[in-house]
């Protein structure tokens, strides 16, 4: 069996039937020039002409090759899923509406996409269909990095926010380099580096986008082959004063980056020969892309307090050594050694599909990492699929996890004296926690908060779990963390009846998560570390959690943790219960109205 895989353009229609099992590309098909002078291309054979006046009736030729009755599933690429849409989307009417609705934020993308979305639903109507969101996986970019500095009411609007692009792209490749080095990707910091006629790199921390170059549209960022990346606001205005908002979209888009430097073309193999050949326009083009290409790499290292990975995919990524060199010249000071000899002939693959570019002794890995979006979005359309017949009615039950502190024992020593031990006040729901009788005070740089929860028994390192409000009384800013992860976390100071301890590290703000039980894994089709949405209905603040991460273990309690901000935000009362989704798609869940105490129930 067989996933479609469509990419539609205004005048295009790109098709792959991609093997559920092995991955592998079956057939691959292009139609061009749709409405007028249509052409078609199979397996990159010599194109013909055909009669395609409109994405149904080239679709009807693509699917007359690709024996139809084999499909088991069509994902489509759609580039703009604004705020609504933040991960694989099974297709209804009201994903359709929905779709048609952010059309605006993708003028000359989505209206194409929308257009091959609905020939395939009328020709295959009996098929599942996903759409794949080129920015969805960039939703989880924090509020710092996807905020522009407009005018509040502006800056909040869904119109005016970045929202990043090739994000199946980034996505995979990130997958595939943590595959490759035999490590969890929730463990990594990948800077991944999608260069091609359109560029963009992505910050990925613990398999999570955190920062991207491309913004609101795909014009932001790098340079690219005929697209100016960024550039000084002011000069746009003085540019459309002087051209028209027209001419200027069509010079910025078009006739700018690689080409409009070089004036030989937006190829990069094009501009590298002029370059060889002596042409200093051409030189200044590399030279300008590959510095911006440099900044974003030392900048995203920042972001994200260091670099274990750099991938370089896309065609110019997967196969320019001369653009990789010069992306990491000089980067020696972030711990990244390149192999220059191993550098100037690698090339990334199908056959190949990750080349180790780096030193031996180079802290930072170096990675050309052969892309596959059509594989990436048949592989999101099976997953949906899988799991969109999960049963109806499973709960999980939510509770508030309200700021507390988890003590060593040499810190609850040094706060409530010699010898002292934690003392059990109630047990909570998770095996063998207990909230405790003594209390601390948190002290920052800006106030405190006094008689805050230590939970016990005492772990081997001190934690505080803090919510964003307490976050601004304290003056701290505390990442977004799961339990345990401290690393590279601010501190402040502990104040206890009998002594004070000043943490180094150690405050988080704590990632929403499900407890869950292997048992309750499978039930809900789920693996530890997963990342899911959970819906709530609660009288009139009806509320959808994503980035919900999944806790498997033997000892655990079901039972899904969000902090104080979050709970006061849903107006959660006692014995909610979320309907747990992995389709993109939400439920109705099931409630009692008692209240219940936001202190019971701390991760």
């Given at each position: 069996?067989?996933?479609?895989?469509?990419?539609?353009?205004?005048?295009?229609?790109?098709?792959?039937?991609?093997?559920?099992?092995?991955?592998?590309?079956?057939?691959?098909?292009?139609?061009?020039?749709?409405?007028?002078?249509?052409?078609?291309?199979?397996?990159?054979?010599?194109?013909?002409?055909?009669d395609?006046?409109?994405?149904?009736?080239?679709?009807?030729?693509?699917?007359?090759?690709?024996?139809?009755?084999?499909?088991?599933a069509?994902?489509?690429?759609?580039?703009?899923?604004?705020?609504?849409?933040?991960?694989?989307?099974?297709?209804?009417?009201?994903?359709?509406?929905?779709?048609?609705?952010?059309?605006?934020?993708?003028?000359?993308?989505?209206?194409?996409?929308?257009?091959?979305?609905?020939?395939?639903?009328?020709?295959l109507?009996?098929?599942?269909?996903?759409?794949?969101?080129?920015?969805?996986?960039?939703?989880?970019?924090p509020?710092?990095?996807?905020?522009?500095?407009?005018?509040?009411?502006?800056?909040?609007?869904?119109?005016?926010?970045?929202?990043?692009?090739?994000?199946?792209?980034?996505?995979?490749?990130?997958?595939r380099?943590?595959?490759?080095?035999?490590?969890?990707?929730?463990?990594?910091?990948?800077?991944?580096?999608?260069?091609?006629?359109?560029?963009?790199a992505?910050?990925?921390?613990?398999?999570?986008?955190?920062?991207v170059?491309?913004?609101?549209?795909?014009?932001?960022?790098?340079?690219?082959?005929?697209?100016?990346?960024?550039?000084?606001?002011?000069?746009v205005?003085?540019?459309v004063?002087?051209?028209?908002?027209?001419?200027?979209?069509?010079?910025?888009?078009?006739?700018?980056?690689?080409?409009?430097?070089?004036?030989?073309?937006?190829?990069?193999?094009?501009?590298?020969?002029?370059?060889?050949?002596?042409?200093?326009?051409?030189?200044?083009?590399?030279?300008?892309?590959?510095?911006?290409?440099?900044?974003?790499?030392?900048?995203?290292?920042?972001?994200?307090?260091g670099?274990?990975?750099?991938?370089?995919?896309?065609?110019?990524?997967?196969?320019?050594?001369?653009?990789?060199h010069?992306?990491?010249?000089?980067?020696?000071?972030?711990?990244?050694?390149?192999?220059?000899?191993?550098?100037?002939?690698?090339?990334?693959?199908?056959?190949?599909?990750?080349?180790?570019?780096?030193?031996?002794?180079?802290?930072v890995?170096?990675?050309?990492?052969?892309?596959?979006?059509?594989?990436?979005?048949?592989?999101?359309?099976?997953?949906?699929?899988?799991?969109?017949?999960?049963?109806?009615?499973?709960?999980?039950?939510?509770?508030?996890?309200?700021?507390?502190?988890?003590?060593?024992?040499?810190?609850?020593?040094?706060?409530?004296?010699?010898?002292?031990?934690?003392?059990?006040?109630?047990?909570?729901?998770?095996?063998?926690?207990?909230?405790?009788?003594?209390?601390?005070?948190?002290?920052?740089?800006?106030?405190?908060?006094?008689?805050?929860?230590?939970?016990?028994?005492?772990?081997?390192?001190?934690?505080?779990?803090?919510?964003?409000?307490?976050?601004?009384?304290?003056?701290?800013?505390?990442?977004?963390?799961?339990?345990?992860?401290?690393?590279?976390?601010?501190g402040?100071?502990?104040?206890?009846?009998?002594?004070?301890?000043?943490?180094?590290?150690?405050?988080?703000?704590?990632?929403?998560?499900?407890?869950?039980?292997?048992?309750?894994?499978?039930?809900?089709?789920?693996?530890?570390?997963?990342?899911?949405?959970?819906?709530?209905?609660?009288?009139?603040?009806?509320?959808?959690?994503?980035?919900?991460?999944?806790?498997?273990?033997?000892?655990?309690?079901?039972?899904?943790?969000?902090?104080?901000?979050?709970?006061?935000?849903?107006e959660?009362?006692?014995?909610?219960?979320?309907?747990?989704?992995?389709?993109?798609?939400?439920?109705?869940?099931?409630?009692?109205?008692?209240?219940?105490?936001?202190?019971e129930?701390?991760?």
């Amino acid at each position: 069996m067989h996933v479609l895989v469509l990419n539609c353009g205004s005048s295009s229609l790109k098709a792959a039937l991609i093997h559920s099992v092995s991955g592998k590309r079956v057939r691959h098909a292009q139609v061009e020039r749709i409405g007028d002078g249509a052409t078609l291309s199979v397996d990159a054979l010599e194109s013909t002409k055909v009669d395609a006046t409109d994405h149904s009736s080239a679709l009807t030729l693509v699917l007359a090759l690709f024996a139809a009755d084999s499909v088991q599933a069509v994902g489509h690429r759609v580039v703009h899923g604004g705020a609504a849409f933040t991960r694989p989307t099974a297709i209804d009417d009201d994903v359709e509406q929905g779709i048609e609705a952010v059309s605006g934020l993708a003028p000359l993308h989505n209206p194409a996409n929308l257009a091959g979305i609905r020939a395939a639903r009328a020709a295959l109507p009996n098929v599942p269909h996903v759409a794949v969101f080129d920015t969805a996986f960039h939703a989880t970019l924090p509020r710092r990095a996807r905020t522009y500095a407009l005018p509040f009411a502006l800056a909040e609007s869904d119109a005016f926010r970045r929202y990043g692009f090739h994000g199946p792209s980034h996505s995979f490749v990130a997958k595939r380099a943590a595959e490759s080095l035999e490590e969890d990707i929730r463990d990594l910091r990948i800077i991944s580096c999608h260069l091609g006629n359109g560029a963009s790199a992505c910050a990925v921390e613990y398999g999570r986008s955190v920062d991207v170059s491309m913004g609101l549209t795909p014009l932001e960022g790098l340079v690219m082959g005929t697209r100016s990346g960024d550039m000084d606001p002011g000069l746009v205005l003085q540019l459309v004063r002087e051209y028209g908002v027209d001419r200027v979209d069509t010079l910025l888009n078009r006739e700018s980056g690689l080409a409009g430097l070089s004036g030989v073309g937006g190829d990069l193999r094009d501009v590298e020969a002029a370059a060889e050949n002596g042409d200093d326009r051409a030189g200044l083009a590399i030279a300008v892309a590959a510095h911006r290409l440099r900044k974003y790499i030392a900048s995203f290292a920042a972001v994200m307090g260091g670099v274990d990975v750099v991938v370089f995919t896309g065609g110019i990524g997967e196969n320019s050594g001369a653009m990789r060199h010069r992306a990491l010249q000089r980067m020696e000071f972030m711990g990244i050694r390149l192999d220059e000899t191993a550098n100037r002939t690698a090339r990334a693959s199908a056959g190949e599909p990750v080349v180790s570019l780096h030193r031996m002794n180079s802290r930072v890995r170096v990675l050309a990492v052969h892309t596959d979006e059509e594989q990436a979005i048949a592989q999101a359309a099976l997953r949906v699929m899988n799991r969109a017949d999960q049963a109806e009615g499973e709960t999980i039950p939510v509770a508030i996890s309200a700021r507390h502190v988890h003590l060593s024992q040499a810190h609850v020593e040094a706060l409530f004296g010699v010898g002292s031990t934690l003392t059990p006040e109630v047990e909570l729901t998770q095996p063998g926690q207990f909230a405790c009788k003594e209390r601390v005070s948190l002290v920052g740089s800006r106030g405190r908060i006094d008689k805050v929860r230590v939970i016990g028994p005492a772990r081997g390192r001190t934690q505080v779990e803090v919510a964003r409000t307490d976050e601004f009384k304290l003056g701290v800013d505390a990442p977004v963390r799961m339990s345990g992860d401290l690393d590279n976390t601010p501190g402040l100071t502990l104040e206890g009846p009998e002594g004070s301890v000043d943490l180094e590290s150690g405050v988080i703000c704590s990632q929403r998560h499900i407890h869950m039980t292997p048992a309750d894994a499978e039930r809900f089709g789920v693996s530890h570390k997963d990342v899911v949405e959970v819906a709530l209905d609660t009288d009139g603040r009806d509320l959808v959690f994503g980035d919900v991460v999944v806790r498997v273990k033997d000892s655990y309690a079901l039972e899904m943790h969000v902090d104080t901000d979050e709970g006061n935000a849903a107006e959660l009362v006692r014995g909610v219960h979320g309907v747990l989704s992995t389709t993109g798609r939400v439920a109705s869940i099931r409630r009692r109205d008692d209240r219940f105490d936001p202190t019971e129930s701390p991760s």
